[in-house]
Each structure stands twice: as structure tokens, then as C-alpha cells.
């Protein structure tokens, strides 16, 4: 079976507002060119700055203020203030930390899931309002220092702490954008334990040009899950300008690896699926920054957002089951109850009654959470002729639906087929499926 990938180009994203040498000011709008692009999300209300993805619904989020020390949810290197509504921060070891809404690190630190294997399966270390797919974004003017060094911003773990000794070690797990002081180039980090280096799966610059010293300039850096795996994504806006550009990307699907055995019950290659309750900005042998708009967004990615809408189901059926795991179990609310048919290219059915905007299904799979599938969704108006929609292979990860979307297009019927497993069992199991609309 041939798989989709779905492919990532290079971005320019123009928005409004503008830094200039002096600090910010707001200017307008300025259409930027590009060889391809992809759809903006707006400009984000708090800050002004352009976002690439959206704000989750009820997501969590932070701003920086203009009286961080009165933050309770920020911590490390303070911060002092300038008139044209920068910071400055003169710290050769900075860390500047942010927590999710609901967690409190003096008292609920030792509470934090840290055993590898159970984060599989739970997806967070501490609560669901964990940062996972997160926007993280900074403008900063390196202004002197040691030029080798970089910024560096990150999520998906707790503090970073400790010596190679669980459990303090294995709170600090992150994906990691580098940008580097001399160049301007970025790259990726993985760090699957916390102890100096011993426990990063390193990546290697792209994107370098002149340096950034004595310059404000722009950086992102996005992660979210995918089948399979993470995706990691980094963007500058170089010219203090409004234009993002896409500098980076990885999707981290397995084989990244690091060279030591890992201390928290995972593997080398540990994909960092979970969340974690800090964010952070840090960087290294600088004794002068400037910096302005930094943010932590959940976001939601890709195509999720706009089609959101769960689409009644008037029926469901199989090409095969098992007596006692029926095609009705799939669509029952329970994910305890599953369909389980026999042979590669098993499917699943869903009958809407009518022809509907159809963008999407979710998709749970009978131990999602140590197996992953291979699969390919169909639409019908008629039950007869089946265009593909979407193909890929599931996460693994996960117990709970998985999103695969698609270009809206009018169904009555949506057919999940399934070819293979890890497993390698040849059996299909859904424990629930729905299609989903825009509206």
C-alpha cells in the first residue's frame, strides 16, 4: 500500500506589527512572496504577533507581562525592564520557565509520572493541561557574548534537574529549537533524561546566514503529535518585519536516538509523545539580551480546528466480525467495546442516512496504545463508488480517538480499511470510530 505524507513547504506568513531597533511599534500590513505557502491563524489578540497555528479551544496559554515578577506562573532569571517596552536580561545561565495554570511546582513536583512507559499511555506528566502541542515564541536581540551559543526553546517535560537519577532525570524530557548566535541557523534537539548532554538525540543546523548579534529577531518553535510520532517545526522572522519563514522541520517517527541507556524505563529512541507542566526559554554565554513577546500557545494544528463537528451516524456495518466484536461496538461511546473483523483490507463502515460536508474521522484503535495500524479512509455518496480520502498508519501511542482529516467533500459513507498491524496478527480492531464535518 502506497502512504500519504503530508508534505510541509516553505512559509512566509506577513502580520501586523513591527520591532524596530528601538523596540515595538506597530505598522501595517506588508504582503510577503513565497514559492507555496500555507494558511495563516491570525494575529494573536494578547501580543499582536502572527501565529501559525491556531489557539486550541480552552487551551492553555501564556503572554509575558509587562510586571513578570508578579507572574506566579513564570520562574528563574529576572528580567529588568526598558522604556520602548523590552527586557533585559544579563544572566550567563539563563532559564526562564513557565507552568500551566494548574500545576504548582514547590508542591506537586514529586507527584509528576516519570516511568516512560506509563507516559505512553497517560499522555501527560501531570495533568491534560500539560504544554504539548504548543507554539512557542520569542523575538530577541543577542547582544554580546560568546557568538557560538544559542537560544533555545522547549517543552514537554518538568524541571531540568538532576544527575542521570530518576526520578528528577526523567522529568526532564523535551524537543528542543536551537538558534544559534553566530548564524542564525536552527536546529533540533530531543532530550529523552536530564544529564548535561548524556541524554540529548542531537540534530545539526540549517538554515544559517549572517549573524543575529546586535539584531531583534523572531523565533518559533511548534511541536504537536502526529500518527506515529511528533513533528517539530521551527520559524524566524530574520528581518524584524512580520515575515515568518518555516526554517526547519523533523518528524521524529522512530531511530532518533541517544547513545546511553535510558534511566526512566524507556528506549534510545523514546518518542516524547506526552506533555509536560513547564515551558521554557533558556540560553547560554550570553551576558546581554534584549527580548520582547514571548508566548506558550497549545495549539491546535493542521486541519483539526476546522472540523471539529462530530457527525451523527444512522448505521454502521463490516466486510467481516467476530460474533461477540460486532460493527455496532465501534460506534457505541465505549471504549471497552470493539469491532474486530479478520484479513488485511477488513473494513469498517459509516452510514451518516445522508450525504453530509464530510473533512475527517476519528479513529480509536483496540490497543492503539502498543500497536499501530495501517490504514486507508474512503467516502461514498452511493455505497457503491469509494474515493480515498486519507492514508497513513496510526500513532501507537494512544488508546483515545486519533483525528485524520481531509479535504471536505460531500459523503453519506465513510469506510475505514485496515491492512496491517504491529500486531501482525491479521486482525482489524476499532474500538470507536466517527466521521466529522465543519459544522
Known amino acids: 500500500m502506497r502512504r500519504s505524507r503530508t508534505s510541509y513547504l516553505m512559509i512566509v506568513l506577513a502580520i501586523a506589527g513591527t520591532f524596530c531597533t528601538t523596540g515595538f511599534t506597530s505598522g501595517p500590513r506588508t504582503p510577503a512572496t513565497a514559492s507555496a505557502s500555507v494558511p495563516s491563524a491570525g494575529i494573536d489578540p494578547v501580543d499582536g504577533i502572527g501565529m501559525i497555528y491556531p489557539t486550541k479551544p480552552g487551551g492553555q496559554v501564556w503572554h509575558l507581562s509587562a510586571n513578570p515578577s508578579g507572574d506566579p506562573r ?17 544572566d550567563i545561565k539563563t532559564r526562564i520557565g513557565i507552568s500551566t ?84 541557523g536552527v536546529k533540533f534537539e530531543k532530550e529523552i533524561y536530564h544529564d548535561g548532554g548524556a541524554g540529548y538525540a542531537k540534530g545539526s543546523y540549517q538554515g544559517g546566514g549572517a549573524t543575529i ?53 524507556g528506549t534510545r529512541d523514546e518518542k516524547v509523545t506526552w506533555g509536560g507542566p513547564k515551558a521554557a526559554f533558556r540560553w547560554d554565554e550570553a551576558t546581554r539580551v534584549d527580548l520582547a513577546k ?15 463537528a462530530k457527525l451523527a451516524s444512522a448505521g454502521v456495518t463490516a466486510s467481516t466480525w467476530e460474533d461477540i466484536n460486532p460493527p455496532s461496538n465501534a460506534t457505541d461511546g465505549n471504549l471497552a467495546t470493539r469491532w474486530s473483523g479478520s484479513g488485511s483490507g ?10 453530509r460536508a464530510v ?10 496504545d502498543v500497536r499501530w495500524n495501517d490504514y486507508t479512509v474512503y467516502t ?55 466521521a466529522f464535518g465543519a459544522s
Open 294 to 308: 514571548l508566548s506558550v500557545r497549545e495549539i491546535a494544528p493542521g486541519s483539526e480546528a476546522a472540523c471539529p
Open 346 to 355: 477488513a473494513y469498517l463502515t459509516l452510514d451518516m442516512g445522508a450525504s
Open 380 to 434: 461514498s455518496t452511493d455505497n457503491v463508488t469509494y474515493t480515498k480520502a486519507a492514508e497513513g498508519r496510526s500513532s501507537g501511542t494512544t488508546l483515545n480517538p486519533e483525528p485524520y482529516r481531509f479535504a471536505q467533500r460531500q459523503a453519506r459513507y465513510v469506510r475505514i480499511a485496515w491492512w496491517n498491524s504491529s500486531a501482525g496478527n491479521g486482525w482489524a480492531s476499532i474500538t470507536e470510530a466517527a
Open 74 to 90: 513564570l520562574d528563574g532569571t529576572p528580567m529588568t525592564s526598558n522604556p520602548d517596552g523590552t527586557f533585559t536580561v544579563r
Open 213 to 265: 548579534k546586535g539584531k531583534m529577531v523572531g523565533f518559533k518553535m511548534v511541536m504537536y503529535n502526529i500518527p506515529g510520532g511528533v513533528r517539530l517545526e521551527a520559524y524566524l522572522d530574520r528581518a524584524n518585519n512580520g515575515t515568518w519563514t518555516l526554517v526547519s522541520t523533523r518528524d521524529d517517527t522512530g531511530g532518533w536516538s541517544i547513545d546511553t541507556a535510558n534511566p526512566c524505563g
Open 359 to 368: 473533512c475527517g474521522v476519528n479513529v480509536a484503535w483496540y490497543q492503539g
Open 101 to 184: 495554570t494548574t500545576y504548582d511546582q514547590r508542591t506537586q513536583e514529586g507527584s509528576l509520572t516519570w516511568r516512560q512507559p506509563d507516559l505512553r499511555f497517560q499522555g501527560f506528566m501531570h495533568d491534560a493541561n500539560d504544554w504539548r502541542d504548543v507554539e512557542i515564541t520569542g523575538y530577541v536581540r543577542y547582544v554580546s557574548g560568546n557568538d557560538g551559543d544559542a537560544f533555545t526553546w522547549y517543552a514537554r517535560g518538568g524541571r531540568h534537574t538532576g544527575e542521570g537519577v530518576a526520578p528528577e532525570a526523567c522529568w526532564g524530557t523535551a524537543y528542543k529549537g536551537d538558534l544559534r548566535f553566530s548564524d542564525g
